[in-house]
């Protein structure tokens, strides 16, 4: 989970590449871009990724949300 003032909260989950069960998981939740591959680092697997999170709708708004990536950097679209 993933939450900033602001903004709405993200529930999401990775996959690590060659995990024996990326072609059976129960719920089709597996996307290949969240399957990612550790790298070691002093003996621990270590993984970067950058999420972007959908700022709050303000109340009486019917604007939709404008899309920040979570590095605070705005992404296209």
Known sequence: MISAPGYRT????MFFEGDEFLE???VFGVKPSLVVRPELQGGTGTVEYNFGLARELNPGS????????????RSPG
Request: charged share 15%; glycine share 0%; proline share 11%.
């Open 10 to 13: 993200l529930i999401t989950h």
């Open 62 to 73: 019917n604007r939709p949300p404008s899309f920040v990536a979570a590095n605070n950097k």
């Open 24 to 26: 059976s998981d129960a």
